[in-house]
């Protein structure tokens, strides 16, 4: 699905007035109810983690943490059932699982005495029963399995829908038995799958970091936006890079061109 510029822009001005909860999705999908559920969910995460990048400095200072973990330690004393983390996340406006991070990490410093690896810490998030405390580990999952964007629930399904769309169109260039296709007048090369919507800052790093080398080295090629793309944002046709929401119906090989000559 391609949306114009401004559709898009509507779209991300009424994610910045709504929290990142389930309940802010439903709302989305009852605003614009022509848009793809999957279109508006992709949009959705990937305006979140853009505000989670530019206040994340903010919940990372000495003093922003402190605070976390004392109005964690007071929030379980008071009720240990309660969802002490997943409250104060939604409070502040942070991502449940990255909360939580912030506190688990704060107390095995405190409990171990020295700064706990990454590797330890994801163990812990992506398993709470490794956890050392049985109401923080209860906290800790809590925080993970109410985080629609972030985590390690999360992660695991965009890698099984990322790896998903790979196998798709491994199939359907297989079952075509293609190498070299034309699509719309353009020979392609090469065609890379993207399990997501294109967005202005999402599309400009992958052209610096993958397509613009893709192109150098390969030449012309196709991009796949499977929940859809900004659709001013296809204007690199001329040079060499095209941009569709789903496999070209369209394509002509290489080889039945030839043949029909």
Same mark, same amino acid.
């Not at 439903?26 to 508006?40: A, G, M, N, V, Y």
């Not at 929940?227 to 496999?247: M, N, T, V």
């Given at each position: 699905?391609?949306?114009?510029?401004?559709?898009?822009?509507?779209?991300?001005? &009424? $994610?910045?007035?709504?929290?990142? =909860?389930?309940? @802010?999705?439903?709302?989305?999908?009852?605003?614009?109810?022509?848009? !793809? %559920?999957?279109?508006?969910?992709?949009?959705?995460?990937?305006?979140?983690?853009?505000?989670?990048?530019?206040?994340?400095?903010?919940?990372?200072?000495?003093?922003?943490?402190?605070?976390?973990?004392?109005?964690?330690?007071?929030?379980?004393?008071?009720?240990?059932?309660?969802?002490?983390?997943?409250?104060?996340?939604?409070?502040?406006?942070?991502?449940?699982?990255?909360?939580?991070?912030?506190?688990?990490?704060? &107390? $095995?410093?405190?409990?171990?005495? =020295?700064?706990? @690896?990454?590797?330890?810490?994801?163990?812990?998030?992506?398993?709470? !029963? %490794?956890?050392?405390?049985?109401?923080?580990?209860?906290?800790?999952?809590?925080?993970?399995?109410?985080?629609?964007?972030?985590?390690?629930?999360?992660?695991?399904?965009?890698?099984?829908?990322?790896?998903?769309?790979?196998?798709?169109?491994?199939?359907?260039?297989?079952?075509?038995?293609?190498?070299?296709?034309?699509?719309?007048?353009?020979?392609?090369?090469?065609?890379?799958?993207?399990?997501?919507?294109?967005?202005?800052?999402?599309?400009?790093?992958?052209?610096?970091?993958?397509?613009?080398?893709?192109?150098?080295?390969?030449?012309?090629?196709?991009?796949?936006?499977?929940?859809?793309?900004?659709?001013?944002?296809?204007?690199?046709?001329?040079?060499?890079?095209?941009?569709?929401?789903?496999?070209?119906?369209?394509?002509?090989?290489?080889?039945?061109?030839?043949?029909?000559?």
């Amino acid at each position: 699905m391609k949306l114009s510029k401004a559709q898009y822009d509507e779209i991300a001005q &009424f $994610l910045g007035h709504v929290q990142p =909860t389930r309940q @802010s999705l439903r709302k989305l999908k009852e605003k614009f109810p022509s848009q !793809s %559920q999957s279109t508006l969910l992709s949009i959705f995460s990937q305006e979140y983690q853009k505000q989670i990048k530019r206040t994340h400095a903010k919940h990372h200072t000495a003093e922003a943490i402190e605070t976390y973990y004392q109005r964690y330690l007071n929030g379980v004393m008071k009720n240990a059932a309660a969802p002490v983390l997943l409250e104060l996340a939604n409070e502040v406006d942070f991502a449940p699982s990255l909360m939580a991070r912030i506190v688990l990490e704060r &107390f $095995l410093q405190e409990k171990e005495q =020295t700064i706990p @690896s990454k590797t330890l810490i994801n163990s812990m998030l992506r398993d709470p !029963s %490794q956890i050392p405390d049985g109401v923080l580990a209860t906290q800790v999952y809590q925080c993970t399995v109410n985080d629609c964007c972030y985590g390690p629930l999360v992660d695991c399904i965009k890698h099984a829908i990322g790896h998903e769309h790979e196998v798709l169109l491994r199939e359907m260039l297989l079952e075509k038995n293609l190498s070299f296709i034309a699509v719309e007048g353009h020979i392609i090369h090469w065609i890379e799958s993207k399990a997501s919507f294109g967005d202005e800052s999402s599309h400009q790093a992958y052209l610096q970091d993958q397509f613009w080398s893709y192109w150098n080295r390969f030449g012309p090629g196709l991009v796949i936006y499977w929940y859809g793309f900004i659709e001013e944002l296809d204007c690199h046709r001329e040079r060499g890079i095209l941009l569709k929401d789903c496999f070209p119906t369209d394509i002509v090989t290489l080889r039945h061109s030839m043949a029909q000559h």
